[in-house]
């Protein structure tokens, strides 16, 4: 097995998003919100889910506190650069 098969296989995240990531152009860029639950695990959170809206809330803000022109919108459950 490939260390890219080994980390696909590894990372649900990569399972999930895999495809989407792919299709993406070399200038797109898009994260998955993850809340970190209580065992220290990432969890993949979305638009719909009161967690992923706060996960989106911070980026927001970590971004204007850092004086950055980007700008984070939703795209299902991700969260794509503009």
């Excluded at 696909?8 to 399972?15: L, N």
């Excluded at 919100?33 to 969890?43: E, F, S, T």
């Excluded at 809206?53 to 911070?58: D, G, K, L, P, Q």
Aim: aromatic share 8%; net charge negative.
């Amino acid at each position: 097995m490939s260390s890219s098969e080994r980390r696909s296989a590894e990372s649900p995240v990569a399972e999930m998003y895999g495809e989407f990531v792919r299709a993406l152009s070399p200038v797109a860029a898009a994260v998955v919100p993850c809340w970190i639950d209580d065992d220290a695990q990432p969890v993949p959170v979305g638009a719909g889910d009161e967690r992923g809206v706060a996960v989106a809330e911070y980026l927001r803000r970590i971004t204007v506190e850092a004086d950055l022109a980007t700008r984070w919108e939703w795209d299902g459950d991700l969260l794509r650069v503009v």
